[in-house]
């Protein structure tokens, strides 16, 4: 049953990727100058670093210079804007790789139009010194604050796999990136697995009685551009008019970095320089690689053996 189901997963990315391959190449051509009004679309996108491209193309108007009219629906992370388009309140969304993963095995016809950035120390874990976490050892008996289904999700289990820790050894505790501080304040917690911006405030909020393990090369997060299968069929423009101004946002990126990051660090509140961290580690540009479905993969095996879909 596994392996079928494995099979399927892959096929559907499969086809899709290969399918929107010849649209991405499409986009790359120069748009020629817009003309008459603009078609409308809604995009759910994360307020969070693994969405540079996205916050550059809104704050500069590139959707706008390609013929689209933008509602634009922020979240706090990308699984709840992947949940806006599942829910039909969205078109296009900003999901890591895991929040799409479980949605394919929930049996989603979900379309991956491009990849938009990747890190492989994008997700942490924080915890504090103080509760005797010094060593990733150390997190066994200790309670662990997480996003269930999103990348944070995969990475703790890929960490304490990768350290010899059993999962059973370990409670996990679901809660929303927001609440983490005030988990580790009260007790709740001792330490969390999360993303970017999150893990970078955690960790500065702790000074000297907070660490930081990660796991380079455990697991490379993958933030995506997706859409319902049936919205990209039926609107293969506005996809291309979408790809063209991320390769605009891709292209301002390359050229002018310090004016990039003054520009997101003001959209999505961050510090400049965590940010500066933030692109210094990830591999920022639209890109659909046979990596993508590898790490697709590995993740529905991690779903199904923890029984975490009610699909099979």
Request: proline residues 3%; hydrophobic residues 45%.
């Amino acid at each position: 049953m596994e392996k079928r189901t494995l099979k399927a997963v892959l096929t559907v990315c499969g086809l899709v990727a290969l399918g929107l391959i010849a649209i991405l190449s499409f986009a790359c051509k120069p748009a020629p100058k817009h003309t008459g009004p603009r078609e409308k679309m809604t995009l759910a996108y994360a307020t969070t670093t693994n969405s540079i491209l996205v916050h550059i193309a809104l704050g500069k108007g590139f959707f706008t210079e390609q013929g689209l009219e933008v509602t634009a629906q922020p979240y706090a992370f990308g699984k709840q804007a992947l949940d806006a388009v599942l829910e039909g309140k969205a078109d296009i969304a900003t999901p890591a790789d895991t929040p799409i993963v479980f949605a394919v095995m929930e049996g989603r016809k979900i379309a991956i139009l491009t990849t938009i950035q990747a890190a492989n120390n994008a997700s942490a874990i924080v915890a504090r010194q103080d509760r005797g976490i010094t060593k990733p050892a150390d997190l066994k008996g200790k309670n662990i604050g997480v996003t269930f289904g999103t990348s944070a999700d995969f990475f703790i289990e890929a960490f304490l796999l990768a350290n010899g820790i059993e999962k059973k050894q370990v409670s996990l505790i679901n809660m929303s990136p927001d609440e983490m501080a005030s988990a580790f304040n009260t007790g709740t917690v001792d330490a969390v697995s999360t993303f970017n911006p999150t893990w970078k405030k955690l960790q500065k909020g702790l000074g000297a009685y907070g660490i930081v393990f990660f796991g380079e090369n455990i697991y490379t997060q993958t933030s995506c551009i997706v859409g319902k299968q049936e919205y990209v069929n039926k609107n293969p423009e506005v996809v291309k008019k979408f790809l063209r101004a991320l390769l605009q946002a891709e292209t301002f990126a390359l050229q002018h970095e310090d004016d990039a990051l003054d520009l997101v660090a003001v959209l999505i509140n961050v510090d400049k320089t965590v940010l500066k961290e933030v692109w210094e580690n990830s591999t920022i540009r639209l890109t659909l690689d046979q990596g993508l479905l590898v790490n697709l993969e590995d993740q529905s095996r991690w779903v199904l053996k923890n029984r975490l879909s009610t699909k099979t």
